[in-house]
């Protein structure tokens, strides 16, 4: 079993900035696929960035060059920093890991971002 528990999100305006932090309650390796989605409402889960399990990245368009994941595993932590943010940013942000020991996708409970125009 692993918990996940974001934190960072609020309500910001246009062109601010928020950072998102997503604490992992095992110990997370640089092989493991992590990544944060999104849902905004009346829409469908989204995928916002990911880290795979041999260093790529993946942004979706809409956030490409605004928006930044990274990871401390030291302290099993990763983080998605957002910049210029836009009122088609809000969404409820999730945090997710793919554990290998048991193949199983596990989520956090969200965190809410809310930008104004």
């Known amino acids: 079993q692993v918990q996940l528990v974001e934190s960072g999100g609020g309500l910001v305006q246009a062109g601010g900035s928020l950072r998102l932090t997503c604490a992992v309650s095992?110990?997370?390796?640089?092989?493991?696929?992590m990544g944060w989605y999104r849902r905004a409402p009346g829409k469908q889960r989204e995928l916002v960035a990911r880290?795979?399990?041999?260093?790529?990245?993946t942004y979706a368009d809409s956030v490409k060059g605004r928006f930044t994941i990274s990871r401390d595993n030291p302290k099993n932590t990763i983080y998605l920093q957002m910049n210029n943010l836009k009122p088609e940013d809000t969404a409820v942000y999730y945090c997710?890991?793919?554990?290998?020991?048991?193949?199983?996708?596990?989520w956090g409970q969200g965190t809410q971002v809310t930008v104004s125009s």
């Open positions: 095992r110990r997370i390796f640089t092989t493991n696929t």
């Open positions: 880290m795979d399990d041999v260093g790529g990245i």
């Open positions: 997710n890991i793919l554990w290998p020991y048991d193949r199983t996708n596990y």
